[in-house]
Every structure is written in structure tokens, then in C-alpha cells.
């Protein structure tokens, strides 16, 4: 059971923001990145993952990056999870905002209202050529656009690109917003997603959900339990 008073900080917290990463997903059979047999280990060639997901590998090595995406990124039979579920009741009845790292396209799946995909989405795909959308089964087909012949590629944030403008203003706005900010998923150790704590309201009360203890030079709550558990167990009241 969750804690009446982390239940009693729900429901009445007016602007309640949830910060999430990878952690959310691997309830959903999505592994994550950076944990022991996670997919930023480096291969044969010795070149970290970090340059397969690269702005570099994309321009340089088409081929290759394509390979690996099609390879490593993609689960489309994954189903949104109990975190998923839960967090987009917040956004429904509670009008809450979730800011998240993960591009796996689940939250949306699930329905979650307040979306903010920091990193993008990796199934919103379109043509570097011509601009326009393509669906991702296309994508998975084959790399070219059918109709033009341009080189396609997932609507995501590589390294050596910049974020997307608007996914930091309504990030930024949802955070200095909040009463209650919620960590989940994720070691808040990934800039610049991790600065944006800093946003924060100096009354907004901040939970942190993981099975990693995190670490913050404020005062926070941390509740050392698989999120899964603490999502089934968490009332949404409107």
C-alpha cells in the first residue's frame, strides 16, 4: 500500500508535474540504456552506442545508422505498462504533465494527455529530403522514401543536435508551475533534461520513485520501490 501521506500528497497537489525515463519502459519489455546489459555498451568496433544514435553516424553512415535502429530501438509490440496507464489518469482527471526521456511512443499509447517528449519520438518518422511524414512500418521497410527517394529518419534528438525549442519552453513551464514534481525511471543524471529541476518552485515538493536511491542537494522524498508496485497500489483521485 502507498503511504498515506504520499497518497494524501496526490490528491491534493494542484499542479503535479512526473519527470520520467527509461525505467518507466522496461516494465514494457523496453530495455534501458545505461544498466549493466542496457544498450549503451559499446560493440566489436568499439564505438559506443552514443555515436550509433548520432547526428555524425546518421550523415556519414546512413546504412549503418538505419541498421541499428531498425536493430535496437524499435518494439512495436510493447504495450503501455501500469505507470503509463496510471501517470495518463493524472493527466486526464487531475490535469497533470508528464515530461519524459523515453521515445518509445507508450505514453502516448496509453492515452496520456500534457505530453512532453523531451527527446522526441521515434515513431514519427519523415523524410530529410522532402520533409514529409512516412509511417514507421514504411521506415522499417526499407530507409528511402518511396516517393522521392530521400533518406528517412526517426523524429528523435541525436547527440550533436540541439532539443526542440517548444519541448523546453513547455517543459520549463511545467516544472516552475508545479506543486509536486515526480521522479520516475530515471537518475536525473542526463543533461539537460536533468536541469530541469532547477525550474522548480521553491514550495513544490518534490518525489523521487526508483530502485536506485537518487541524490539532490535539497530536500526531497525518495521511495526506494519498484515503481510498478507504487503506480498499482497509487489512487488517482480527481
Known sequence: MVDEDIQSEFDHAKKIVFLTGAGVSTASGIPDYRSKGGLYTNDRSNRP???????????????VFYQYEKKNMYYPDAKPNVIHEKQAE?????????????????????????????HGNLYNVYCQKCRKKVNYKDYLTS????????????????????LNPSAISQSVDAVSKADLIVIVGTSMRVYPFAGLIDYRSANAKVLAINEEALSFSFPFTMIKENAVKFFKDLKVTA
Open 49 to 63: 552506442a552514443e555515436y550509433y544514435l548520432s547526428s555524425d553516424c546518421l550523415r556519414d553512415e546512413p546504412k
Open 90 to 118: 493524472f493527466t486526464k482527471k487531475k490535469g497533470a504533465t508528464v515530461v519524459t526521456q523515453n521515445i518509445d511512443n507508450l505514453y502516448r499509447e496509453a492515452g496520456t494527455k500534457n505530453l512532453v517528449e523531451f
Open 143 to 162: 530507409m528511402y522514401h518511396r516517393n522521392c527517394g530521400g533518406i528517412l529518419r526517426p523524429d528523435i534528438v541525436l547527440y550533436g543536435e540541439g
